[in-house]
């Protein structure tokens, strides 16, 4: 047999064997392999493809790659994205590496082509190829994996070693078992391994396919589940384990006798296990009863903390905690006061209502640490299905016990402080409204036999000291409301503020970004100038966030030029955070006709709110504008109609309404605006437009107005007196019935602006108008 020699580059195959005469392509991402690609396509297309021992392999050496493989020619070349190429080959030719030309940038080397000689015995190689065609044939249809114009394209073969190559293209090998075949290039031994393995494969289907059919003939859907029982259970007996599922229910028992559950609870955990013992260890329904009896024994049926009833301590955590918040910690020591009296008093349940940001959370978790109790919190935001509070029943798919349960359990104890926060915010749907479930749980005579869809057990919840908190009141039903006692937290002053950034945000603030104590210090003149020019709130929150970012830029500042500490100052608040946001103090000040300042309330707490009116000629059209909702809307009608109706009074061409328009408006348009409260404002601003009299800048009012000019009482005077503070207003006009409502407010602010009070529009007509004399001068 005469050697042949050829000079070819390399590639490396990772998974894939080429026989002669098989057309294949494969997909190239390798530096090496991309240029011998190219070297191939330069040279006459031909390149010599070897198979890797380890497919895992990313750059192999020498020893990794076979030696025997097979010259192939390159019919077409497709680029992918990813700088990878998709190659379409044809294989020619066996050969044999003999040795590397070179390594880099791409492997080229010497290959032997091995040429091979007939079958000398005729009679066994035709032997040999009818075997192999007819166990083929049976293979193909074993497998289907052989498309039928294959064994039609076999009876045009006459060359032996060219059948041989063919059928190895077809079959689906491990690997080593085609390389195999390929170093066979005596055509008679490539034959008979060729045979050998396909009658291998040809056996292994026939097995497969009877273990199919004999499963699918013996095992249903409904026998199934009984089958793969009995099999685990016959192989435990033959591991050992059949005590297994008898260990369980004895640990089961034990839990329950130890755990000193309820009398009920205890007969319906019993009950549950014997089910479960009855039943088999591996059944569908014994993983539920599992899942429900631990969920029985991880709830604190009688495990109770000591509460700590020494009011002096309790009186220390609160304020050590909390700066402000007078009501919240009167309330907590009168409720400690009269349990260390009663010994039986039952859990209170409070509702803590104000704006974001003033401490409703973080206060009941105060109130945990100050009464030892264990601390769970629940957030209702959101919560629009009945389950999530009562839970699933056991009868559905993924049942779970709700979420007071599981608050329970988490608790660990029986007496815990639960907090439902923002219990403003749920809502009902198709599933149910999770604001009824809530009346068992927060009414103190229901609650002791609280009952979950889950447990379908009574729990007892009387001990439980509940605290809701809320932004509002008005989106909480009133039965609801009843059951809780409600707890004003209202905005902070001026001073507040000062003192809860300095005794607690900046201190919170140092720990987060591990600053060691006087690295930074803060002026007083610095938080000063923070609150008043750069937050608008009545809660604290944007105020932390605007200290943090004084801090970040502080190190940033303190690392840039090397200094080793840094005392924040005005000059340094006005570089960090820019120009100021909030100029209360360089508020108009200008007299204008026909421009009131009112007070409005928010769920973000108390805001100032200006109304503006402008008279001109038309028919006695009234025009609102400045998105005011329907309550307001109705206020500028009663207001507009008892203005027509006491013209004369007010020295007011009584032919008003047919001679002018009246145009009232509220600025800050994309804002939505409503409520019961701009009656006298809009009055007022009427009043001041029809008679072109200038109205006082430095006075704000609130007040609902009645036809016959008698001002109502208004809620959420403390968070408008607040605002109207915050906005340099040194006078408010609020409604007499409202007289009451002023001890809530801080005596710093009170002691600053002066208050009057109206029972009548004329009191607050007779205070708002600057002097003629003023007038005049003007």
Known sequence: MEKELKVLPLIPLRGITIFPHMILHFDVGREKSLLAIEEAMLNGQEIFLVSQREAKIEEPEEKDIYSIGTICNIKQILKLPGNTIRVLVEGQNRARLTSYIQKEPFLKTDVEILEYEQCKDKDKCEALIRSIEKEFEEYAR????????????????????????????????????????????????????????????????????????????????????????????????????????????????????KAKLPKEVKEKALYELNRLNSMGNYSAEGGVIRTYLDCILDIPWNKRTKDNLEIKRAREVLENEHYGLKDVKDRIIEFLAVKSMSKSLKGPILCLVGPPGVGKTSIARSIANALNRNFVRMSLGGVRDEAEIRGHRKTYVGAIPGRIVNGMKKAKSKNPLFLLDEIDKMSGDFRGDPASALLEVLDSEQNKTFRDHYLELDLDLSEVMFITTANTLDTIPRPLLDRMEIIDVSGYTYEEKFHIAKRYLIPKQFEEHNLEKGKITFSDRAISFIIENYTRESGVRSLERKIASVIRKAIADMLERDKVKITITVNHVNKYLGPEIYTYDKADKTDKVGVVMGMAWTGYGGDTLPVEVSIMPGRGKLQLTGQLGDVMKESAEAGYSYVRANADKYGINPDFYKEKDVHIHAPEGAVPKDGPSAGVTMITAMVSALNNKKVKHNVAMTGEITLTGRVIAIGGLKEKTLAAFRAGIDTIIIPKANEKDLRKIPKSILSKIKVILAEKIEDVLENVFVEESTNDND
């Open 142 to 257: 074993l497998s289907n994996s052989v498309s039928p114009e294959a064994l039609e394209n076999l009876d045009d073969l006459d060359d032996p070693g060219r059948f041989a190559d063919i059928i190895s293209s077809y079959l689906t090998l491990k690997e080593s078992k085609k390389q195999e075949l390929l170093e066979a290039y005596e055509v008679y031994d490539r034959l008979e391994k060729l045979l050998l393995i396909i009658t291998n494969e040809v056996e292994i289907l026939k097995i497969e396919k009877k273990i199919g059919l004999k499963v699918k003939s013996k095992i249903d859907k409904s026998q199934k589940e009984y089958f793969l029982r009995e099999q685990m259970r016959a192989i435990q007996e033959e591991l050992g384990d059949e005590d297994e599922s008898k260990k369980e229910i004895e640990e089961y028992s034990q839990k329950i006798s």
